[in-house]
């Protein structure tokens, strides 16, 4: 069975620049979460997908982040415009419904603003 | 106040020894609890839940829980190098939202 993934691994890109991260969950997965973490400091909840429905979006910084599941399968994430406090390492976990809570989180993408 | 607090370390052990992460949580009606086993450069992955008060044993791994205290603890029996890594600790609210610690950092030596 697959992993979650992430695309890209890393990302280098100028303040004020857009960048769009993209996370396939696993298969039949219908939480998606989204989280970050900053250097030093805690991995932080950003968003919470159940199949294309935004469940809690709570934890998202600001309007300049935008995150989409469109038909419950991928989803991205886009930073427009990035600034130098949005770099970090975001993470994507899936997990299925149900008593299970298990969260399977992806490699991270690696976004770094200059 | 942080949702869930742990010491940084870094935390040192021999090999062999018995390695003890310990974690505290601010809400008090929290229900699940998790350690995740993070790897540098990699992603976090799962090596324990804990839903009730008491122990849950899993080979070298046991996860304590004292929900009148707040407290969640792991411990690493037998420590091998490749336990060396950053141990987080999770919990899940009431609302689905999972907070993190900011992770211990151990070292095995052998």
């Known amino acids: 069975e697959a992993g979650v993934t992430q695309f890209p691994s890393h990302s280098v890109i100028e303040k004020g620049q857009t960048v769009t991260l993209r996370c396939d969950p696993i298969s039949g997965h219908d939480n998606l979460y989204w989280y970050r973490r900053v250097m030093g400091k805690e991995i932080k909840f950003l968003l919470h997908?159940?199949?294309?429905?935004?469940?809690?979006e709570s934890g998202m910084p600001n309007n300049r982040f935008l995150a989409e599941r469109t038909g419950g399968t991928y989803s991205t994430l886009k930073v427009q415009p990035a600034e130098l406090e949005d770099s970090g390492v975001y993470f994507c976990a899936s997990r299925t419904s149900g008593s299970k809570e298990t969260q399977y989180f992806g490699p991270g993408t690696r976004l770094l603003v200059l | 106040q942080k949702e869930v607090e742990q010491n940084s370390g870094p935390l040192s052990v021999p090999e062999g020894a018995i390695a003890s992460l310990n974690c505290t949580y601010s809400d008090r009606v929290s229900q699940s609890f998790f350690w995740y086993r993070q790897y540098s450069g990699k992603s976090p992955e799962l090596i324990m839940s804990?839903?009730?008060?008491g122990d849950k044993e899993d080979g070298r791994f046991t996860a304590q829980l004292n929900k009148a205290s707040q407290y969640v603890s792991l411990l690493i029996r037998d420590s091998q190098p490749s336990d060396s890594a950053t141990y987080l600790c999770?919990?899940?609210?009431?609302?689905?939202?999972?907070?993190f610690g900011t992770g211990t950092s151990l070292t095995v030596i052998p």
């Open positions: 804990i839903y009730s008060n």
């Open positions: 999770a919990v899940k609210n009431t609302g689905n939202q999972f907070y």
């Open positions: 997908f159940v199949k294309e429905s935004k469940q809690d």
